[in-house]
């Protein structure tokens, strides 16, 4: 499905393993047991929405869209 090597790049592009922050405090890696979307892992939660069929490609667009929000708001 894929988990793994996301959990490896996550991990790897964020710099921190989980439950740590970021250097500039705007993202913390937490692991779940589940999150009730099997069917289309592997799957993150970013706040309250759940994205599924998360792949490299995706992982990354998502961390864009948040970082650019972050700065947004800050």
Do not use: W
């Not at 393993?17 to 009730?36: F, K, M, N, W």
């Not at 099997?38 to 970082?67: M, N, T, W």
Request: with cysteine; glycine share 8%; aromatic share 4%.
């Amino acid at each position: 499905m894929g988990s793994r090597g996301l959990e490896a790049h996550a991990k790897k592009v964020l710099n921190i393993d989980y439950q740590q922050t970021t250097a500039d405090g705007d993202i913390t890696l937490e692991p779940v047991y589940c999150l009730g979307n099997c069917a289309c892992s592997p799957a993150i939660r970013i706040g309250d929405e759940v994205h599924g069929h998360v792949d490299i490609a995706k992982f990354e667009q998502l961390l864009s869209s948040l970082r650019t929000q972050v700065v947004e708001v800050k």
